[in-house]
């Protein structure tokens, strides 16, 4: 009787180390499998490079603006969107988009029109990033991978009213030889804007 139980627990102690082993081998090979989709995400997250260009605005608030650019590859020459954002500043998530939108054929130059000039936040209002739209917008129209007439606007919260302020019929635009061929806002604050624009909105 006690050989059989020595037999039994025996069996079953094998059985549980065999099991031990399956599950640890599988557990190995999931860690190893996402460990690699987070590196490739990383990789595709910072496949552009940032670029400099002198900024719009007065000449009081005059500054080196600092923007992220992510092109696809190719000689193209390829449509473009100038990224704009909230009042809360530039972060990760611009570079997110940029990259987005990369991917999708497009270049994308994310603008930072706050950390040159020291500014954490304006949630209270900031009226120089449309002319830095602008700057962003010449930037691109120089660049030989970059279809100069098809060049579009995006902006988001703080940076959509300032993509309303570019696309605005008697606005701004009229400073710049550039022009945007579209825009887009995305949950912009919509007061004091006509909404006659020179071009395609969406908001």
Same mark, same amino acid.
């Given at each position: ?105 497009? #270049? $994308? /130059?994310?603008?930072?029109?706050? *950390? !040159?000039? =020291?500014?954490?936040? &304006? ?60 825009? #887009? $806002? /995305?949950?912009?604050?919509?007061? *004091? !804007?006509? =909404?006659?624009?020179? &071009?395609?909105?969406?908001?």
């Amino acid at each position: 009787m006690s050989g059989a139980v020595g037999c039994t627990t025996l069996y079953y102690s094998k059985a549980f180390e065999t099991l031990t082993m399956e599950a640890l081998m599988r557990i190995c090979l999931i860690f190893t499998t996402m460990l690699a989709t987070l590196m490739s995400f990383a990789i595709q997250a910072y496949a552009g490079k940032f670029v400099g260009f002198e900024s719009g605005g007065d000449q009081s608030n005059q500054a080196r603006i600092i923007g992220y650019l992510a092109r696809p590859p190719g000689t193209g020459p390829f449509p473009a969107i100038v990224v704009l954002h909230g009042c809360g500043g530039f972060h990760q998530d611009m570079l997110a988009w940029a990259d987005r939108l990369r991917s999708w054929g497009y #270049v $994308a /130059l994310a603008v930072d029109s706050f *950390g !040159s000039r =020291g500014i954490e936040t &304006a949630c209270g209002g900031f009226g120089d990033q449309p002319a830095d739209a602008f700057r962003a917008l010449a930037y691109l129209t120089t660049q030989p991978y970059v279809r100069a007439d098809h060049v579009a606007v995006l902006g988001f919260s703080m940076g959509g009213a300032s993509v309303l302020a570019a696309l605005e019929r008697g606005s701004i635009s009229g400073l710049f030889p550039d022009k945007f061929r579209a825009g #887009v $806002a /995305l949950y912009p604050p919509c007061s *004091g !804007s006509t =909404g006659v624009m020179i &071009a395609p909105t969406l908001d």
